[in-house]
């Protein structure tokens, strides 16, 4: 199984600030098809997770653009240019490059 | 409206068993692939297993094979996950999810509480 491992786990940020979470996996997510199934959720409290990013640096529809994506192979960066209060919760990513498909621990994010 | 609703959660013995259904509207559903996902109380997000287009192919996380089975019911819009020989660590919110390898459409989860 790919294990993605996530750090910071937690992290506190004042408002404007921007904030940066990597994620590792533990073989590359290219697939052969020349794409990288890796993908950010974000967790508010009390809600089901939404999907941010896909395919490492593709905004998802209606995601501000202070979300950015990037990385290749094995490492990973979501980046908050500058954090809002909205942006609370519990940051996930995940890989779908292979069967069984997995997460990371998630990071906490909160608002100094 | 695209959504996903989940029913059937609730308090099993150990060893039981629980049928949780899916209820999708709103999108082509017999065109998706589909995925159960659960979260332990506060803990993380566990994918559990998903099933394709015509319910010919599902996959599943180890520590579920042998006891889950998803299957989907395409006139009905409808996706189920049976649970079997169910133990405390199978104590979850299940999430069902619209599976395009993102998962771009979620409920808002059922509880499955297995306790004496």
């Known amino acids: 199984d790919i294990v993605m491992t996530q750090t910071p786990l937690s992290l506190s940020v004042t408002p404007g600030q921007p904030a940066s979470i990597s994620c590792k996996s533990s073989q590359s997510l290219l697939e052969r098809d020349g794409k990288t199934y890796l993908y950010w959720y974000l967790q508010k409290p009390g809600q089901p997770p939404h999907l941010l990013i896909y395919?490492?640096?593709n905004r998802f529809s209606g995601v501000p653009d202070r979300f950015s994506g990037s990385g290749s192979g094995t490492d990973f960066t979501l980046k908050i240019s500058r954090v809002e209060a909205e942006d609370v919760g519990v940051y996930y990513c995940?890989?779908?490059?292979?069967?069984?498909?997995?997460f990371g621990q998630g990071t906490k994010l909160e608002i100094k | 409206e695209v959504q996903v609703v989940e029913s059937g959660g609730g308090l099993v013995q150990p060893g039981g068993s629980l049928r949780l259904s899916c209820a999708a509207s709103?999108?082509?559903?017999?065109?998706?692939?589909m995925t159960w996902v659960r979260q332990a109380p506060g803990k993380g997000l566990e994918w559990v297993g998903n099933i394709n287009q015509d319910g010919s192919d599902t996959n599943y996380v180890d520590s579920v094979k042998g006891r889950f089975i998803i299957s989907r019911d395409n006139g009905k819009n409808s996706v189920f996950l049976q649970m079997n020989s169910l133990t405390a660590e199978d104590t979850a919110v299940y999430y069902c999810?619209?599976?395009?390898?993102?998962?771009?459409?979620w409920g808002q989860g059922t509880l499955v509480t297995v306790s004496s």
């Open positions: 999810v619209r599976d395009f390898r993102y998962f771009d459409c």
């Open positions: 995940k890989q779908s490059t292979q069967h069984p498909k997995t």
């Open positions: 395919e490492v640096s």
């Open positions: 709103g999108f082509s559903f017999s065109t998706c692939w």
